[in-house]
């Protein structure tokens, strides 16, 4: 990820203003884009608006005149660090090559270790806090009469609002 922080220092360094502070200037300018592209890498789920949020951190570092200018490369440059750390999280790895683990914690508190399924950000422990989530169960239990209980399919429970008991009663009489 050096080479996204670097490029986007290279395209920007020779625009800073600061006068005797120019030196100064350019250090930091190069810090937030290593901060920034770090954080894109390590964080990506929570990290929404890199380039937003790189923009912020250096636009008082340049004069008004060039700050579309600016603004429009930190995009640029961005976008393709963003494309660079989602291929490599499609792959199942980091962008080191490390494998994924999942953004769950354990009951104690402590990052998960197990690596996610397939297109989750989740492992199969976990799996239940992915957004896209979805229950595919086939049978459930529904109750019958008072005190037992009879396997029926989901399928047959038809609309949610509808008693199950009515609706069992009306088959078991026909």
Known sequence: MYQF???????????VDGG????ANRAQLLDACEAAVERLATD????????????NDVRMYFP??????????????????????DQHARAGVTFDGSPLS???????????????????????SHKHLDEGFDIEVEDDFAPV??????????ADLGDVHEPALARHAERTAA
Do not use: N, W
Not at 20 to 23: F, I, L, N
Not at 65 to 79: A, C, G, K
């Open 145 to 154: 009469t008072e005190g037992r209980f009879e396997r029926v399919s989901l």
């Open 5 to 15: 922080s670097r490029s986007i220092y290279r395209a920007l360094c020779d625009e």
């Open 64 to 85: 008004i005149t060039s700050q579309r200018r600016v603004l429009e490369v930190i995009e640029r440059h961005m976008l393709l660090a963003t494309q660079y750390v």
């Open 102 to 124: 999942c953004h769950a914690s354990t009951r104690k508190g402590t990052p998960c270790q197990r690596v996610p399924l397939p297109g989750s950000q989740y492992c199969p």
């Open 44 to 55: 990506r789920h929570y990290f929404a608006r890199p380039a937003r949020t790189l923009f």
């Open 20 to 23: 005797t502070r120019s030196c």
